[in-house]
């Protein structure tokens, strides 16, 4: 049971640049997020699924886009990477009716020069 | 929009002593969660405590124990004999019931020997 992964662990991109954030849940949890956090600033919510299938965005989706390609798997994508977006990102899953606790990936920390 | 709000941005205390971390927040519903989480330099998020609305006795686990005032939107977190262990960023969130989940901006505590 590995719980919440994530890859890349680091990331250095080039203004203009284009990559995928891969998340993936061995838990079977419906719910799943992801987060990115600036210093100061706590951890905010940039898009989130409540289950397969469904998308909503959080507080900061511009930028971004998500997929949830099934159960496991939520991925993040910047399209066109700007140094605004140099942070750490959280991926994060949630489930069970009476526990509902959010367990998080180990965070990808990405630069854009 | 629900917010969550950590007025205390940095504390420290001395090592076996009581600390209290406050959080409040704002919201127009009846049914929701309350957590608080510890992020330690390694970056992992951690569950510290969780607290469920409809619930008025005050969550506990172990040295960690919360003062829920529903009435008064406030959810601080009191850490008892405290461990140098304990030195980390502690986030306040607030869970909505479709599944947003808002973070506080943190409050860095420093355990001293």
């Known amino acids: 049971n590995a719980g919440v992964t994530q890859t890349p662990k680091f990331q250095v991109l080039k203004t203009g640049q284009s990559m995928t954030l891969q998340c993936a849940q061995d838990m079977n949890h419906n719910s799943m997020y992801w987060y990115r956090q600036d210093p100061g600033m706590g951890l905010r919510l940039i898009y989130y699924s409540a289950s397969e299938g469904t998308t909503d965005k959080g507080e900061v989706p511009n930028g971004y886009n998500v997929s949830r390609l099934n159960k496991r798997e939520f991925s993040l994508r910047l399209e066109s990477a700007a140094p605004s977006q140099t942070s750490v990102y959280f991926c994060a899953s949630r489930g069970g009716q009476v526990y509902n606790e959010q367990f998080f990936g180990p965070g990808t920390r990405l630069t854009v020069l | 929009a629900q917010t969550v709000t950590q007025s205390q941005p940095e504390m420290s205390v001395q090592e076996a002593e009581t600390v209290t971390l406050s959080c409040t927040y704002d919201t127009s519903e009846n049914n929701y969660y309350l957590f608080w989480y510890k992020q330690p330099p390694s970056r992992q998020m951690i569950l510290v405590i969780r607290?469920?609305?409809?619930?008025?006795q005050n969550a506990t686990e172990n040295r960690f124990s919360v003062n829920f005032q529903k009435a008064a939107k406030s959810f601080s977190l009191k850490i008892s004999d405290s461990q140098l262990g304990d030195t980390a960023m502690y986030f306040c969130a607030f869970m909505r019931i479709d599944d947003k989940i808002i973070f506080g901006k943190g409050t860095r505590l420093h355990i001293l020997p």
């Open positions: 607290q469920e609305a409809y619930k008025q």
